[in-house]
């Protein structure tokens, strides 16, 4: 133990050690073990049969399980040190040319005309789904803990130590899988909002339409109607 100042009173066995070092392999196991799956097509194919003898799946893959040159998302370097993020392979610290942001390039040291603008990391011949994989590594690393924590504080005011008894030495259940609600909430997320594509389906476009005032509707039934037409010109 290195590090003697107590982590958090709400859960006196949790350690600084343990939530740093948990974290850190956290990030490695998710972007490897992630780039492993991406090779198999049971884990990238979606199916609905149950066999008991199981085909082999065979599908047009989704993008992110190509490998491609994928730029690491700039924003992630804001929140650490300049000189660390400097550190890193492959970090390129990009400069605006005379204060103007639409004019970018790498920095040229002494050059008084560059000033920062960002830093860039080009990952080249990655799975997309990595990139996907290590944001949620960093989101159950810093923040899915909380959950836990705040289970502790329902245990703690209740004054019990576990939720049950299932699982001889770890309680019930419910302790094995406090941090899972709010990662399950992030995988939502994080999903709907930069994994999943948009999609058009007949009930979408049909739900979508009711939900239209009356003006509205007669404006895209004209649309259809000479798009219809055109079609058959």
Same mark, same amino acid.
């Given at each position: /133990?290195? %590090? ?8 006196? @066995?949790? &350690? ?8 850190? =392999? ?6 490897? *073990? ?6 198999? &097509? ?5 199916? @609905? /049969? ?8 065979? !599908?047009?893959?989704?993008? %992110? ?11 992630? =370097? ?8 400097q550190i890193f392979p492959g970090?390129? @610290? ?12 790498? !920095? ?18 990655? *799975? ?5 994989a290590l944001s949620l590594s ?15 504080? %329902?245990?703690?005011? *209740? ?19 406090? !941090? ?5 909430? !992030? ?19 049909? *739900?979508?339409?009711?939900?239209? /005032? ?10 259809? &109607? ?8």
């Amino acid at each position: /133990k290195f %590090i003697h100042r107590p982590f958090i009173a709400l859960s006196p @066995n949790k &350690t600084w050690e343990g939530f740093i070092g948990g974290g850190f =392999f956290t990030l490695i196991f998710g972007w490897y *073990y992630s780039g492993f799956l991406a090779k198999y &097509t049971w884990m990238t194919c979606p199916t @609905n /049969k149950f066999q008991l003898f199981p085909e082999p799946l065979d !599908c047009e893959l989704d993008p %992110i399980f190509h490998k491609a040159s994928s730029i690491f998302p700039p924003q992630i =370097f804001e929140i650490f040190p300049a000189a660390l993020v400097q550190i890193f392979p492959g970090v390129v @610290n990009i400069c605006a040319v005379e204060g103007d942001s639409t004019v970018l390039t790498p !920095c040229v040291s002494g050059e008084p005309s560059h000033s920062h603008h960002h830093f860039e990391l080009v990952l080249k011949d990655v *799975y997309p789904v990595q990139i996907h994989a290590l944001s949620l590594s960093l989101f159950a690393s810093f923040v899915a803990p909380f959950g836990g924590f705040f289970a502790s504080a %329902i245990k703690r005011a *209740y004054g019990i130590k576990d939720f049950g008894s299932v699982l001889p030495g770890h309680g019930g259940m419910m302790d094995r899988m406090d !941090c899972q609600f709010l990662m399950a909430l !992030c995988t939502w997320v994080h999903y709907n909002t930069f994994v999943k594509m948009a999609t058009v389906s007949v009930p979408k476009m049909i *739900y979508m339409y009711n939900l239209m /005032k009356e003006s509205e509707k007669a404006e895209f039934l004209k649309k259809i &109607t000479e798009l219809t037409q055109g079609g058959k010109s």
